[in-house]
């Protein structure tokens, strides 16, 4: 029990080491997936948003139509825009 009690200290350092190391890691992954998360929720949203602008582009150059879409947007009935 005594070689033990000569070693105490830098066996607790070396436990201490390995924890931070270890929090370092988990945390730093954490945070990349959250990342990786909002990433592909930001390009969602933007792809999402090209394709709403080109339906609107669309919906307002079909002609007759155009004259309805400004009339319904005009008193705001139109739930798109």
Known sequence: MAIWMKFKGYLIALA??????LSVYF????HGHNKAKTDAREADNA???KIEDLAD????????NATAVERL???????DL
């Not at 945390?27 to 954490?30: A, C, E, W």
């Not at 947007?73 to 739930?79: E, T």
Request: net charge positive.
């Open 27 to 30: 945390i730093g992954r954490s």
């Open 57 to 64: 582009r669309v919906r307002r150059a079909d002609g007759d």
């Open 73 to 79: 947007s005009k008193h705001k009935r139109l739930r």
């Open 16 to 21: 201490g080491a390995v924890l931070g190391v």
């Open 47 to 49: 792809q999402a948003r």
